[in-house]
């Protein structure tokens, strides 16, 4: 094989391991594919929940106002989407709250808002779309 063969199968495998480890961790997911703000991580609780959903296929956290339970759902959202678009898998994605007004008023902006914040400089991300990024 020639040099720039190889590089393109190093890469390829190593694209290959980046999205099957975030298949199966949402958690992992969420750190590595994502701007955070700085001075912002994923909380351990949200790690832990994200992780149960990973084995268990759901999500209850139950915590005050503020505490980052939208956050925790639209990562949650996003992971899947994002890691079955990239598989090839035909998905949906159920979104559910007490009221309309929950899923207006706060799940779905802060869906969006994480959107904005994923990575796509990252090549298992960058997949998702043929349009460049912005800044």
């Known amino acids: 094989m020639t040099a720039p063969a190889l590089a393109l199968l190093a890469r390829s495998l190593r694209l290959a391991d980046q999205r099957s480890r975030w298949a199966g961790d949402p958690a992992t997911f969420a750190a ?8 912002q ?6 790690a832990g929940g994200l ?3 990973a084995t268990g296929g759901r999500l209850a956290l139950r915590s005050p106002h503020g505490a980052g339970k939208s956050t925790t759902a639209a990562l ?9 678009e990239v598989a090839g898998v035909d998905w949906k994605i159920l979104t ?3 009221s ?4 207006q008023r706060y799940l779905w902006p802060e869906i969006h808002l994480w959107a904005r914040r994923l990575r796509f ?3 298992s991300v960058s997949t998702l779309s043929e349009t460049p990024a912005r800044p």
């Open 100 to 103: 309309w007004h929950q899923l």
């Open 96 to 98: 559910t709250a007490g």
């Open 32 to 39: 590595d594919a994502f701007r955070w703000p700085d001075g």
């Open 76 to 84: 949650a959202v996003l992971w899947f989407a994002c890691t079955r």
């Open 51 to 53: 992780a149960d959903l």
């Open 121 to 123: 400089d990252l090549p």
């Open 41 to 46: 991580v994923l909380a351990p609780y949200q």
